[in-house]
């Protein structure tokens, strides 16, 4: 009866050697924010305020005067790793915390789309 799990057992490994490298072999997409960039701790609130760009300025217009408990403005640019895109916003690593920001607020490097046009 062993030898007859023998093959599942391979083809399961098989299986998940393949999922960490097809993983491995994608580069992480790295974007710069611009300087000032309104930024949110909280995924609900940025969807919330990424719906409405009403909203979202009268949001950004009291983070300028005083930081919120659920988004701030990022002083300086910075370059960060691209967790997840949706329409209208990113999910990203910034400084080993999760945060998100409007996509107006990002600029694709150059490095990166170079990268992907040569492979």
């Keep these: 009866m062993s030898n007859y799990y023998r093959p599942l057992r391979l083809w399961c490994c098989a ?3 393949c999922c960490f490298t097809t993983s491995a072999e994608q580069a992480p997409v790295i974007v ?3 300087e000032n960039s309104h930024v ?3 995924e609900t609130e940025t969807a919330r305020l990424a719906e409405n760009e009403q909203l979202q300025e009268m ?3 009291l983070v300028e ?3 919120t408990k659920f988004c701030f403005i990022l002083p300086t640019a910075a370059s960060v790793q691209v967790l997840e895109q949706h ?3 990113i ?3 910034y400084k080993s915390q999760i945060l998100y920001t409007f996509a107006k607020y990002i600029q694709v490097q150059t490095q990166v789309l ?3 046009k040569n492979h």
């Design 87 to 89: 329409a209208t916003y």
């Design 15 to 17: 299986s998940v050697f």
């Design 32 to 34: 710069s924010l611009m």
């Design 40 to 42: 949110c701790n909280s």
């Design 65 to 67: 005067f005083k930081a």
């Design 114 to 116: 170079a990268q992907e």
């Design 59 to 61: 949001a950004r217009a």
């Design 91 to 93: 999910k990203f690593d």
